[in-house]
Structure formats: structure tokens, C-alpha cells
């Protein structure tokens, strides 16, 4: 029985869908492969798709005195890899071990829970040794899962899952991940062993955060001669790349118009490892126009479009000292006006 090629409709059809599939074979090297009078020659194969898809396929020369090596003294052999070739071109190589991954690149919500695919396939004679899940980050790395075929059981890490049911029964070696934290970014190889060989998968796990954000005051009364300061919070995003901007549009304008004159705090990492930062508009009144919206715009890649949260300028009101004033004038007014009827009267 022949092993299957994992992901063929995709490869298949990777130039119908503008998909670039890359390629790299290679002479595997194994202590046990080559054992004996006979040798046999292996070869793995790298296999991957500009959409994330990733294969790794160990393949079989000829089996020594079999047809399949006689038909090799009459083909053709590659210059380099020294693998026998048909007539038509075609590798004269079987599928021995494959393993494949749907995503490369994973990007998943803080707190939220992700499976890491990894998948593989063995040919009847051959059998599953062993499986381990590794993480490493910024240089240093450890072994999250680990089962050993004929052990007592898994030794798995907090948090992480793989299903050893699933494993041995249809090859799905995936590994879940509950509760994402910060700390579990980083690089995941899922490496699959057999008593002669062995293929890894390497997934990166990208963790996001989108930010919060709010601007103080929400509204802001008119007043001359003096100054007033909006700020916009931008509170518990990951990673660290933020973008923000102001704008002010009045009544006369037809679009927002970008303003340069805000000041910055520096950033702020909380214990989770998300960050924060306070961004600060001083508004005079000598040169602002009310009413007036004025926005804090915020560009983060866990968002999928940026946040906008406003602040409002009212127009000027008639203050109390000047409310005051004309009360007392029409006050005056009406009792003049009062006595000149009853005096005619």
C-alpha cells in the first residue's frame, strides 16, 4: 500500500490558484537506512505552498535485486542527487514517511485556545517510534510534549494536548494550546519518528492583542484664553508596533486634516506582556475653531481596521458674569417701560 501525498489537489492546482510551490530534495542520511550488503538509497523532500501548506516526504530508491533496480541500470540518474530517472523524467522513487502541516504561520488571540497542525502517513512497513512537540524562542527551547510508542503514557507540559488516540490511529500528531499567553509565542516543531527515520514541521505562533483606547475629556467647552489637553489611552495590545495619529475637523471642513502637534509618552509593558501608551493634544484657543471633532486614530496588525475614538469642542456659550448683565438691562427696561404706562394712565 502506498503512502498518499498529503495536500495533491493543492499542489495540483497551485498555478490555477496563483500559488508558488517551492522544492528541495535532498540525500537523507540515516545510521540504520543504509544497513547491510544492500544498501538503500533515501532522499527527503521539502514541498511548500505560498499559502502556508508544508510537506516533508522521505522517499525509497529501488529495493536491491528488485525490478525496480534492474529498470535503474537502464535510467537515467539525476547529475546531482544521483536518483534514477525514467525516460519521461520522472523520479523512480516511492513515498515512504510523509508528514505535513496546514499553516506554517499561525496567528492566534491572547487567551485564546489554537490547535498547531501536524499530520503523517507511514508506509505499511514501517511504524511510529516516537513524537515530540518543541518550542524555542529568542534562543532557547524545550520539549512541551513527548510520547514514546510502548511507554506508560505523555509527558506533556500545562496547557498542552495531543491526542494520542488520534496519533495512533489516523496519524494526527496536532498539539492544542489553551489559554495563549504572550510567553507562548515563539517557534513549534512537531517532530515524528520511526526506527529509521525522522521529519519535523516548523510552525510559528504569532500572539496578538487588539488595543483599547480612550480619549479624555469626551467633550470640551469653548474657553478663550485657555488651553485644554485631550488624551487618548492606548492600553493592553501585543505586539509592540502601534500607530497613532490626530485629526480635527470642523464644520467647514470637508475631511479630517491630520495634526502633528501631540506628544507621546514612552511604551509600557504590563506583567501579562501586553503593552500601553498615552498619547497627549494641547488645544489653545487662539487657534482653534469650535465646535470641533478631534480623533485619536489607532493602527495595530491584531486589528482588522483602525479605531477611532473622538472628542468633542463646543461652541462658545454666553458665560455667567455676561447672562448676568443683560437680565439687569432688561430688568431696567421693563420697569421703565412699567412706569411710563401707569404714569400715563
Known sequence: ELVSIPHAESLLHAD????????????YSSQRAGEGPCRTSWFVANLQLSDGISIILVLRGPHCGSQEEKEEHDATLHPKLRIPMSKEGTL???VEFQSSSRNTSVRTHLGSSVTLDCRFAL????SLSSLE????????????????????????????????AELSGSGDA????????????????????????QAQNVIQLHVVA??????????VS????????????????????????????????????????????????SRDGTYSITSYLS???????????????????????????????????????????????????????????????
Open 16 to 27: 490555477c490558484e496563483g500559488e508558488e510551490v517551492t522544492c528541495e530534495i535532498s540525500p
Open 92 to 94: 523512480l522513487t516511492t
Open 123 to 126: 508506509a505499511p512497513s514501517s
Open 133 to 164: 512537540w518543541k518550542r524555542q524562542h529568542r534562543g532557547s527551547g524545550h520539549s512541551l510534549f513527548r510520547y514514546q510508542v510502548g511507554s506508560t503514557g505523555p509527558e506533556a507540559q500545562p496547557k498542552v494536548h495531543v491526542d494520542v
Open 174 to 197: 496536532s498539539l492544542s494550546l489553551e489559554g495563549v499567553s504572550v510567553g507562548d509565542e515563539g517557534t513549534y516543531i512537531c517532530l515524528v519518528s520511526t526506527p529509521l527515520h
Open 210 to 219: 487588539p488595543p483599547r483606547v480612550r480619549v479624555i475629556p469626551a467633550v
Open 222 to 269: 469653548f474657553e478663550r484664553d485657555v488651553t485644554t489637553t485631550l488624551t487618548c489611552s492606548i492600553a493592553g495590545y501585543y505586539p509592540l508596533d502601534v500607530s497613532v495619529t490626530w485629526t480635527q475637523k470642523t464644520s467647514e471642513d470637508d475631511m479630517e486634516i491630520p495634526l502633528s502637534n501631540a506628544r507621546f509618552s514612552s511604551h509600557r509593558q
Open 283 to 345: 488645544i489653545s484657543s487662539a487657534t482653534a475653531r469650535a465646535p470641533a471633532t478631534y480623533s485619536c486614530r489607532v493602527s495595530h496588525v491584531a486589528l482588522a481596521e483602525p479605531i477611532s475614538v473622538s472628542a468633542h469642542l463646543k461652541a462658545p456659550e454666553q458665560t455667567g458674569s455676561e447672562g448676568l448683565v443683560g437680565g439687569f438691562i432688561a430688568t431696567i427696561i421693563f420697569i421703565v417701560v412699567l412706569f411710563i404706562v401707569l404714569r400715563r394712565r
